[in-house]
């Protein structure tokens, strides 16, 4: 853009120039034949006053004739400034007589010579006068010869002097028309200057104009594209100046732009994803710190509730221990009636159950490190599902058993296990009243635990019940105590285990227990 | 830049007179610029003021019309005593002593000869009969036993100046002339066809260069500068410019005694009983 300022600008200037200096040059022929008609009033001037000299020499020089003054000074200093206006007039023409091809292309180079003859002529005039005159005017003679002499060399100094005038006029006259004619002509030669001069230098400020603003009109637009976000926009480089090296590193922005904002998109999902993962983490771990909150509170309970069953069952056993003393003497004085005897043998077996209960319910306040013993789960379960077996439910109720032969032995309190088994099978036969099926699965999932899957296809938990099953005294059966499946979390619990269940309303439910196998290693036993 | 005392400035003209010895309008050409440089000098117009005769000096004065006067060395003797004047300077013409000669002369095809018996008969033209020429024309007939002009001569013609003489002896209107020889050179270097046709048929002994002289009336301050002035003129580039179209070198002093020759003539002829040998001048030497 700087190489196309500087030719545009220099052209411009260059055009100027050449106008200027014709202007000028028509300015000078003008002013020089101005000059030259100012010299011929000068010369004609001259002349004037050099006749008025002559003729006041004539006259001083009748005076000294007729003898009425003797004072030369004034007839003197006539003489003397005619001779000195003539030497001035002989240097009118210098210029051009020594100039021949000045002197050749003058209008009136013929009357300039015949004007400098005239002029020499009576230089030479003016001399004899001069000698003959100082003679008459010192002279004690009367020299009325010389003195006509003199008189008719002023005559002839008054025709040359005359013809100078003329000669001046007439060459004014000439100059003048030539001065006139250079006048219209300069004018034409300006005018057609001037016009060229503007009409080309349009041309060139247009084309300069489009060279400068097509480029930047271009790069205007792509920058607002680009600023829009269209950074797909690449702008047209058409020029090879600083306009089109601004227009390439445009877009080599936009390039870079659009890599940049592909990076930050992939960033932003990343993030997003990043976003969820953790929101899914939170999530879990608030679950986790919920249940941990949750089996805190749970285990305050069961420690009030440890603490009253404890109180409970102590009172308790020795009424029922009294009641079993009885029950057992009625046995052996009802012996002849059998029915009775039967019924008693009932009464006592419930007895039985409710001691056990008691002493359950003891064992389960109690830690359950002091009874862990390597135990099979396979033969906790099948002892649990025979003490259920007689339950009258149990025969519209298919069983079915998938245990694992090979799972390892885990360390545990195999009665408070028991008891776990028991209540999870208690509340899948009482889940399916009318009938139904029980699946019992046992299997070593590997990562150091073993699984117990007990599912019935009852009638299910709703969602909203199914974190509060394993609280103390929450139930949804008539008759329940509530503490079931809240004394069995935290049996798990305290053997480092899970208890969790998946349940759909009208289909059934899923009771998972995980175990660690650690456990069996020492974990309870230590 | 030339420059004059204050004091000088009270005086407003001073005005030399110029006698005719020569052309009247070259002489005036000559002394302008002497005058111009002056003026500039002694801060006063100084002026030149051309006399038609030798004889109009006397009257000038008397009048009062100038201040001073460039003088021959006969004027100067004849007028010394009379009118008490000064003797300021006088011109060292270029390859001159500041002296010249009177010279008869005539023209070398004329057939006159130094012998006066040639002169015989011949019309005598003189610039003026009181001009050192003149008087030594006088002494030099009457040291060859001849008392008067008329008794020689046919007729005797004043031209008025010395190159009036010159005129008159190539127009053939006389045919013996006595010029002074600084005016013949300076006429023959003007007129160079004249050379080699006059022959000198005889000349007197040096005298003086024409001398600026001035009224003892003057102020003796403007006397002195004066003399200061054309005495240091040679030292100023605007005086040398005086100098050149004089065609002098410089000017020197003139003291009185330089006169003794024309003095001589003067006292031969039976004229001098008016002169006196000691000097009235006022002014530094």
């Known amino acids: ?526 | 830049m030339i420059t004059a005392p204050e004091n000088l400035k009270i005086r407003s003209t001073l005005t030399i007179g110029i006698i005719p010895e020569e052309n009247v309008f070259e002489l005036k050409k000559k002394y302008l610029p002497l005058m111009k440089y002056l003026s500039y000098k002694l801060a006063m117009k100084v002026q030149v003021k051309l006399l038609d005769s030798y004889g109009a000096v006397d009257e000038a004065i008397a009048r009062g019309e100038i201040d001073g006067v460039i003088l021959g060395s006969a004027g100067v003797v004849k007028r010394y005593a009379k009118h008490r004047f000064d003797l300021i300077a006088r011109p060292q013409y270029s390859g001159s002593d500041s002296f010249y000669k009177a010279f008869i002369i005539a023209e070398k095809d004329s057939g006159i000869t130094p012998d006066i018996n040639t002169w015989k008969g011949k019309k005598l033209a003189l610039a003026h009969e009181r001009t050192a020429t003149s008087i030594f024309v006088k002494w030099y007939l009457k040291k060859r036993g001849i008392n008067s002009e008329q008794q020689i001569f046919r007729k005797v013609e004043y031209a008025g100046s010395h190159d009036a003489v010159i005129i008159l002896l190539l127009e053939r209107n006389a045919a013996i002339g006595g010029v002074k020889d600084s005016v013949l050179k300076r006429f023959i270097e003007g007129h160079p066809a004249c050379r080699g046709r006059f022959v000198i048929l005889a000349e007197s002994a040096p005298a003086p260069e024409n001398t600026l002289v001035v009224s003892s009336r003057l102020p003796v301050d403007v006397k002195n500068l004066l003399k200061k002035t054309l005495l240091e003129i040679h030292d100023h580039p605007e005086g040398q410019v005086a100098l050149k179209v004089l065609g002098a070198d410089r000017f020197i002093a003139t003291n009185y005694s330089e006169y003794a020759a024309v003095e001589n003539m003067l006292h031969d002829l039976g004229s001098a009983a008016s002169i006196r040998q000691d000097s009235p001048s006022q002014i530094n030497k």
Do not use: W
């Open chain 1, 1 to 526: 853009m700087k190489k196309k300022l500087i030719i545009g600008l220099g052209l411009l200037l260059f055009i100027f120039v050449i106008g200027a200096a014709a202007t000028i040059y028509n300015l000078h022929i003008v002013m020089e034949s101005h000059r030259m008609v100012s010299i011929q009033d000068v010369v004609a001037d001259k002349a004037n006053e050099m006749l008025l000299q002559i003729k006041g020499a004539q006259a001083e020089l009748y005076r000294h004739k007729a003898g009425y003054s003797r004072d030369i000074n004034v007839f003197v200093d006539y003489v003397l400034g005619l001779e000195e206006n003539l030497v001035l007039a002989a240097g009118d023409y210098a210029p051009y007589l020594q100039n021949p091809s000045c002197n050749n292309c003058h209008p009136a180079r013929e009357h300039i010579g015949s004007y400098n003859e005239t002029v020499q002529q009576a230089q030479k005039k003016l001399q004899l006068f001069k000698q003959k005159m100082s003679l008459i005017m010192t002279s004690r003679e009367l020299h009325q010869q010389m003195e006509g002499e003199a008189i008719g060399i002023t005559v002839l100094i008054v025709n040359d002097l005359e013809n100078m005038k003329h000669m001046a006029i007439t060459m004014k006259k000439i100059l003048q028309l030539r001065r006139d004619g250079e006048i219209s002509r300069a004018a034409y030669v300006i005018a057609l200057t001037s016009l060229f001069s503007i009409v080309f230098a349009f041309i060139i400020m247009n084309v300069l104009f489009r060279k400068i603003s097509v480029p930047l009109r271009g790069l205007l637009t792509g920058i607002e594209r680009i600023s829009s976000g269209d950074f797909d926009h690449q702008i047209k480089v058409i020029t090879k100046d600083e306009i089109g090296v601004v227009a390439q590193t445009f877009n080599q922005m936009a390039v870079d732009m659009k890599k940049n904002a592909r990076e930050k998109d992939s960033l932003l999902t990343e993030l997003q994803f990043f976003n969820l993962e953790l929101e899914r983490k939170v999530s879990e771990v608030t679950a986790e710190l919920t249940m941990a909150n949750e089996s805190i509170r749970r285990n305050e309970i069961l420690a009030v509730v440890g603490t009253l069953a404890a109180g409970v069952s102590h009172e308790l056993s020795t009424p029922l221990g009294t009641i079993l003393g009885f029950i057992q003497l009625f046995k052996t004085q009802l012996i002849a009636d059998k029915s009775l005897m039967e019924d008693i043998i009932l009464v006592e077996q419930e007895l039985l159950r409710c001691k056990k209960i008691v002493s359950d319910l003891l064992d389960a306040v109690k830690s359950p490190k002091r009874e862990a013993a390597n135990t099979g789960m396979n033969e906790v379960l099948s002892e649990a599902l025979d003490l259920l077996q007689y339950q009258p439910i149990m025969k519209t109720i298919a069983v079915h058993k998938d245990f694992d032969p090979a799972l390892p032995l885990l360390k545990v309190a195999r009665s408070q296990m028991k008891q776990v088994f028991i209540n999870i099978l208690m509340n899948a036969m009482q889940a399916m009243p009318g009938g139904g099926r029980l699946s019992i699965a046992t299997l070593n999932v590997g990562n150091g635990f073993v699984e117990i899957h007990i599912s019935d296809t009852g009638k299910g938990i709703a969602p909203a019940e199914q974190a509060k099953i394993f609280k103390p005294f929450y139930t949804t059966r008539e008759g329940g105590s509530g503490l079931g499946l809240s004394i069995s979390a935290d049996i798990i619990g305290k053997h480092g285990g899970v208890i969790k269940v998946k349940s759909l309303p009208g289909e059934g439910t899923l009771f998972t227990i995980s175990l660690p196998l650690n456990e069996q290693r020492g974990g309870l036993g230590a």
